[in-house]
Structures are given as C-alpha cells and as structure tokens.
C-alpha cells in the first residue's frame, strides 16, 4: 500500500514541476482584473481596459477604454462589460456589441473594488477603511442610473469582502 501511495505522491509532483506556464501578453503595467467569454480576455491595468482574441495566436491587446479612474473589478454579462472603478466611485458598462465601445457610468458607488454576477443581480464590493460593504444592484441593465438597493452584508472591524471568493 505504501508503494502506491509514494507512485500517486511521485506522479502529482511530477505534474507540478513539469507543467508550463503560457504567456498571453508581457510587457503590461499592473495587470490584474480579468474575466474571460469564450473569444476573448477582458483585462485592466493602472487606467486602461483591454480585449484579447483567444483565437489569435499571439494576438495583439486591443485597448477598449482609457483614462479610468483605477478600474479595479470587472464583470461580463452578454454584450456588456462592468467596470468598478475604484477612484471614480462609479460602476461602468461598456457595450461591447458596437465598433465604438462605449463607455457610460450606470451606477455610483463608495469605492467598488470587485463584481459579480448572480441571477439578474451586480453584486459590488467595497473594502476601504472608511467603507467595507457588498451591496447588489438589481437588473443593472435596465437602467443606465442603478441605485445600491441592499447592503448584503453590514460593515464591522472583521469584514474583508476582498476575501470573498462568489456568492
């Protein structure tokens, strides 16, 4: 039994050592805040909003937005892309179904730092000193002035919503 359980230890580390890591894009500032359809990778760094072809090999980024105020979350649904960002206290969408990309705030929030989707429901994030909150915006996409209709979870001197990992 021994040996078998050293074979199956050996074969996982094995894997690890062995396993390769594949760059997409170098030469970045920042890059953090992604989410990924099934063609492309939706990314941020300091200000900027990118796309890349997943089908492309060694595609180029196509930059979408730029001049963000520190676009820290992101969150796909259909043809649009919702942006927190962090400086502006705003939650953005881009529509991403027209050439032009435009960008319109569609929500005003206190400091968003991540996003996700549930149901027909924008769950926001916020972790500053000052405002540590998830809150969720209803049906976002009706609307292009959502207003944070619920705390989901009350701010306190333990809570760390950056540590959530779904709802």
């Known amino acids: 039994m021994k040996k078998y359980a050293l074979i199956i230890c050996f074969y996982f580390i094995g ?3 062995f396993s390769q890591i594949t760059e997409l894009v170098t030469g970045m500032t920042d890059p953090g805040r992604m989410v990924l359809s099934s063609t492309h990778l939706y990314y941020t760094d300091d200000d900027n909003v990118y796309r890349l072809a997943l089908s492309i ?3 180029e980024p196509e930059l979408l ?3 963000m105020g520190n676009p820290n979350g992101l969150a796909l649904n259909g043809d ?4 927190a960002e ?3 206290n705003q939650v953005s969408r881009m529509d991403l179904s ?3 990309f435009e960008v319109t705030r569609n929500a005003t929030a206190n400091k968003p730092n991540f996003l996700h989707w549930h149901g027909s429901s924008l769950y926001v994030s916020s972790n500053t000193t000052t405002s540590r909150y998830v809150g969720r915006y209803d049906d976002p996409n009706a609307s292009t002035n959502s207003t944070l209709l619920a705390a989901v979870a009350a701010p306190s001197t333990t809570f760390y919503s950056f540590r959530t990992c779904g709802l």
């Not at 649009?80 to 942006?83: G, M, N, P, S, V």
């Open 86 to 88: 962090f400086d502006a």
């Open 15 to 17: 894997n690890t050592v």
């Open 57 to 59: 090999p060694n595609a």
């Open 98 to 100: 027209p050439a032009n």
């Open 65 to 67: 937005a730029s001049g």
């Open 80 to 83: 649009a892309l919702y942006i």
